[in-house]
């Protein structure tokens, strides 16, 4: 092929020198459009097996702790977003009965936009966070396994749990270069009412493609690091960790 971007596209996932036939887009390069759609699609769609999470969340000899939202549907969790950042009141209660005892960090894991990235790289991360915060002496809750939830969930569980920093681990939005892509977002002093503004956020978790399971652990261990030193999270809290950090 002539097309100089061609020589490019080892250097990105994005579509770029797709080549053309006459005035339309080459069979080949269509056929992988509407597969990465589909892809995209069904991560969005399909649910998460959660009790098969669970229970590999106890085979790691961690507690596994199942809440729930209002949501009843994945239909209605992409319609109605709102339902997806509060829990339902079995869940506040049963969260109740763990707050007689202050945590440093709570973790949270839901499926969010992708249930195929919590699938795929869910169970993994979480067993090089938990590695990675009790190596460095901080105090972990209950691992918080919520389908159908939002960001701003982690506020209300961390609150009741009078957590220092909640961290949710949720899968991301899925797009035509990656349906399977994990973030994870850090909070100092969860709350209900809290802003984007006041949150970390690591993205694009998915291994080879992506930032490594240990290289978002260690990260994420140094941003709430610093959050406890200094008191705050998000924009103010600046990643100046230094690079040797991840070798």
Not at 56 to 82: K, N
Not at 85 to 113: M, T, W, Y
Not at 115 to 137: K, M, Q, R
Request: charged fraction near 15%; glycine fraction near 8%; hydrophobic fraction near 40%.
């Amino acid at each position: 092929m002539n097309d100089s971007w061609f020589a490019l596209r080892r250097f990105t996932q994005a579509r770029i020198g797709q080549g053309r036939v006459g005035c339309g887009t080459p069979t080949s390069a269509l056929l992988d459009f509407q597969l990465a759609h589909a892809k995209a699609r069904d991560a969005v769609h399909q649910s998460w097996a959660f009790d098969c999470f669970a229970e590999a969340v106890s085979a790691l000899g961690l507690e596994p702790l199942i809440l729930t939202t209002p949501i009843t549907s994945r239909e209605q969790y992409l319609q109605q977003p709102d339902l997806g950042r509060c829990l339902d009141e079995p869940s506040r209660q049963r969260l109740q009965l763990h707050s007689s005892k202050a945590f440093d960090v709570v973790l949270i894991v839901s499926n969010g936009l992708s249930s195929t990235a919590i699938n795929s790289h869910g169970l993994p991360l979480l067993e090089a966070l938990v590695a990675a915060y009790t190596s460095n002496a901080l105090t972990l809750g209950p691992i918080c396994l919520v389908p159908n939830g939002r960001v701003a969930l982690a506020d209300e569980i961390g609150s009741l749990l009078n957590a220092r920093l909640s961290v949710i681990i949720v899968g991301e939005r899925p797009g035509l270069s990656a349906a399977d892509s994990l973030g994870a977002y850090l909070t100092y002093a969860p709350r209900i009412g809290n802003t984007d503004a006041e949150r970390n956020c690591l993205s694009n978790i998915r291994p080879p493609n992506g930032l490594s399971y240990q290289a978002a652990a260690v990260k994420l261990v140094y941003l709430s690091q610093q959050a406890l030193q200094c008191g705050f999270s998000g924009i103010t809290l600046k990643d100046d960790m230094p690079r040797q950090l991840l070798e």
